[in-house]
């Protein structure tokens, strides 16, 4: 098993920027793909960004975030980042990393294909 923690979280301004992390820690060794999703109240908890398991491999981010988000992995580290940029009020949202294992360079985009997540961080952006 994988246990994942996220960090980064916060309160922000229209238009400023926040970095989300999130550490692995467990059986790291292991092969997975992540992903980022977010879930803003009485809402679903939707893809954002995602990573398959190659190193240098494929890597996809959602419509409402391209060009403003950015998913990255530091493998020495065990740890994936979300950077956010010019972040707006509809941002506003708990943010969750997961994991899933796999071989293949695919990156995953539904809830349901992950095995693992963190409990989540908030991150409120005011107008």
């Known amino acids: 098993q994988v246990q994942l923690v996220e960090s980064g979280g916060g309160l922000v301004q229209a238009g400023g920027s926040l970095r989300l992390s999130c550490v692995a820690s467990g059986r790291t060794s292991s092969s997975y793909a992540w992903g980022w999703f977010r879930q803003a109240p009485g809402k679903e908890r939707d893809f954002i960004a995602g990573?398959?398991?190659?190193?240098?491999?494929?890597?996809y981010h959602a419509g409402p975030v391209k060009g403003r988000f950015t998913i990255s992995r530091d493998i020495a580290k065990n740890t994936v980042y979300l950077q956010m940029n010019s972040l707006k009020p509809e941002d506003t949202a708990v943010y969750y990393c997961?994991?899933?294992?796999?071989?293949?360079?695919?990156?995953?985009?539904?809830?349901?294909?992950?095995?693992?997540w963190g409990q989540g961080t908030q991150v409120t952006v005011s107008s």
């Open positions: 997961a994991a899933a294992e796999s071989t293949d360079n695919t990156v995953l985009i539904a809830t349901r294909s992950y095995d693992y």
């Open positions: 990573l398959s398991s190659w190193s240098g491999g494929s890597i």
